[in-house]
């Protein structure tokens, strides 16, 4: 039997990485281009007020219909044409709901602006529920609950990646749709409040949701540089548990650190985020970081196609893994 061609495979994938911050940065789109990647989940409007969010949507709006070579991604089929053209298809998504503030009329405004994926919280508590790394875990508020439903309704996908485990158990339960964790690697490998313990990858796989693997280097290895085969460690580890059907990339690229931010830089944006609250110093160790080797920026994700066959994933479970798993969740939820 011929072993299938790396180049081959990734060329006739549809590949999606669930979540970037990197790509608020317009100059970085390219670099997802190059890897052959074919829909990326911006992360829009982060912390931002109502306002400054439909401000920040309309900029990108612009932005998108300006540039011939992006698609603004909001059904699969939007998807599937940006593969078919060679374009590159862009998602918008929440890292957080601030956005909504205390309004939940707000959700149909997003979703005519494009918004089709909300991650609930980001690391701390909000009206919402409580993040992964919040002193309590309390759980889904009754606010929380009406955005789930409210979510569902209006097909965008509830991502509770940053989220705090009751309140991601919660929310699955509550929710009717498949359910994501968009970047989030596994506790049992390394044992840190942003990586996720089994049971919450098992019960996101039983609303026929996923995980997204990240390449954020302190929740891969505990310290020094990864390996590519360390990255994939973190797949092969929810393959296990949670099937191959349920497994993804949410690469979670963003611009501090490097090679887009010298260290000196990177330490400075580090020690903002520690100072606002939003990062907890145990869970986000200063810098110097840098992404798995191999894996350094999104044009280089041709390597991990290859290593994943050379692994001993068939073509057809690299594609899974690659972004036929996203695909099946936004049909699911988006439509076709």
């Known amino acids: 039997m011929t072993n299938p061609d790396p180049n081959d495979v990734h060329a006739s994938a549809i590949i999606v990485d669930g979540v970037s911050p990197l790509a608020r940065r317009r100059e970085y789109l390219r670099l997802y281009s190059e890897g052959g990647v074919t829909c990326v989940a911006v992360t829009v409007a982060h912390g931002m007020s109502a306002g400054e969010a439909v401000r920040d949507l309309g900029s990108w709006l612009r932005f998108i219909e300006g540039r011939p070579d992006l698609v603004l991604v909001r059904t699969a089929a939007d998807v599937e044409r940006a593969k078919r053209e060679t374009r590159l298809g862009l998602v918008f998504h929440f890292q957080g709901t601030d956005p909504f503030e205390d309004d939940l009329n707000l959700v149909e405004t997003y979703r005519a602006l494009g918004v089709r994926m909300v991650q609930l919280t980001y690391n701390v508590k909000n009206r919402v529920g409580d993040g992964c790394d919040e002193r309590t875990d309390a759980g889904l508020s009754r606010f929380g609950v009406a955005l789930v439903e409210r979510l569902n309704a209006n097909g965008i996908i509830v991502d509770c990646?940053?989220?705090?485990?009751?309140?991601?158990?919660?929310?699955?339960?509550?929710?009717?749709?498949?359910?994501?964790?968009?970047?989030?690697?596994?506790?049992?490998?390394?044992?840190?409040?942003?990586?996720?313990?089994?049971?919450?990858?098992?019960?996101?796989?039983?609303?026929?949701?996923?995980?997204?693997?990240?390449?954020?280097?302190?929740?891969?290895?505990r310290r020094g540089r990864p390996t590519l085969d360390e990255f994939i460690a973190h797949v092969d580890h929810w393959v296990k548990v949670a099937g191959i059907d349920h497994v993804g990339l949410g690469f979670d690229y963003f611009d501090g650190q490097q090679p887009f931010a010298t260290d000196e830089e990177a330490d400075r944006i580090w020690q903002a985020a520690v100072d606002s609250g939003r990062w907890n110093?145990?869970?986000?160790?200063?810098?110097?970081?840098?992404?798995?080797?191999?894996?350094?920026?999104?044009?280089?994700?041709?390597?991990?196609?290859?290593?994943?066959?050379?692994?001993?994933?068939?073509?057809?479970?690299?594609?899974?893994?690659?972004?036929?798993?996203?695909?099946?969740?936004?049909?699911?939820?988006?439509?076709?």
């Open 161 to 221: 990646a940053h989220t705090g485990y009751r309140t991601t158990m919660d929310a699955i339960e509550v929710s009717t749709k498949p359910v994501v964790f968009s970047h989030a690697n596994a506790r049992a490998i390394l044992d840190t409040p942003r990586n996720i313990t089994d049971g919450q990858a098992q019960a996101v796989a039983r609303t026929g949701g996923f995980i997204g693997v990240n390449v954020v280097p302190y929740f891969v290895v």
């Open 281 to 336: 110093p145990e869970t986000y160790p200063r810098p110097p970081h840098y992404y798995p080797e191999g894996l350094s920026t999104p044009a280089e994700l041709r390597n991990l196609t290859r290593r994943l066959l050379e692994r001993g994933y068939s073509a057809a479970d690299t594609k899974k893994i690659l972004g036929g798993n996203w695909m099946r969740v936004f049909r699911a939820v988006w439509g076709a």
